[in-house]
Each structure stands twice: as C-alpha cells, then as structure tokens.
C-alpha cells in the first residue's frame, strides 16, 4: 500500500505563505498524476491544483496566479506553494497520487490531510 502523508499546514495571516508538502512511500515506480484537494467547513472538497507527468499545472480561477504545484521525483514529494493566501483558502488539504507500484500495479492514495487557516 502506498502511504501518503501531507504536511506544512498552519495559521497564517491573510497575505501569508504556506508551502505543503505530499510525500509518498511504497514501492513507487511512478506517480503520474498529482491533485490537491481543499475541502472547507462545511463545504465539498474541491480541487486547487494538478499535474500529470509531462503535463502543465491546472489551477481553478480561484487560486490561478497564487497557488503553485511541483514535483520532486527523487524524493517523490508533491508541494503546493501557496501565496497571498486569503481566508477562503482556509480548509483542510489533501493530496490524491495516482501511479504505478514497483512492480506495475496501479495506485490511487489519499493523504489524510492538513489544515490551513488564513485569518483576516
């Protein structure tokens, strides 16, 4: 099974920064497509960030110019570089990696998340 553990959440104050870190383990071959999730209070969790291999970034117009996804193959870590945070990015993030296992199998795993508070 592959692990999947997010973290560099916080509080921080509108204008801030925050980087997060995806970091996966287990036998990975490959990851192939990278997605952060937010999922606010009350609300459905909603993507901020992709990137497949060999792909270009995909943000939704609410994060488009702030939020930033990259890659770090020899470590297979994910980050999301989040600037001029503001308090509706406040949630909890998580990661989704998809590839492929050591020895070819498919993986799809969920992180268990980090929460991100921006106070006004």
């Known amino acids: 099974q592959v692990q999947v553990v997010e973290s560099g959440g916080g509080l921080v104050q509108a204008g801030g920064s925050l980087r997060l870190s995806c970091a996966a383990s287990?036998?990975?071959?490959?990851?192939?497509?990278m997605d952060w999730y937010r999922q606010a209070p009350g609300k459905q969790r909603d993507l901020v960030a992709s990137?497949?291999?060999?792909?270009?970034?995909n943000y939704p117009d609410s994060v488009k110019g702030r939020f930033t996804i990259s890659r770090d193959n020899a470590k297979n870590t994910v980050y999301l570089q989040m600037n001029s945070l503001k308090p509706e990015d406040t949630g909890v993030y998580s990661c989704?990696?998809?590839?492929?296992?050591?020895?070819?199998?498919?993986?799809?795993?969920w992180g268990q998340g980090t929460q991100v508070t921006v106070s006004s």
């Open positions: 287990g036998y990975i071959r490959s990851i192939d497509t």
């Open positions: 990137l497949t291999s060999g792909g270009t970034p």
């Open positions: 989704n990696l998809s590839g492929r296992r050591s020895w070819g199998a498919a993986f799809n795993s």
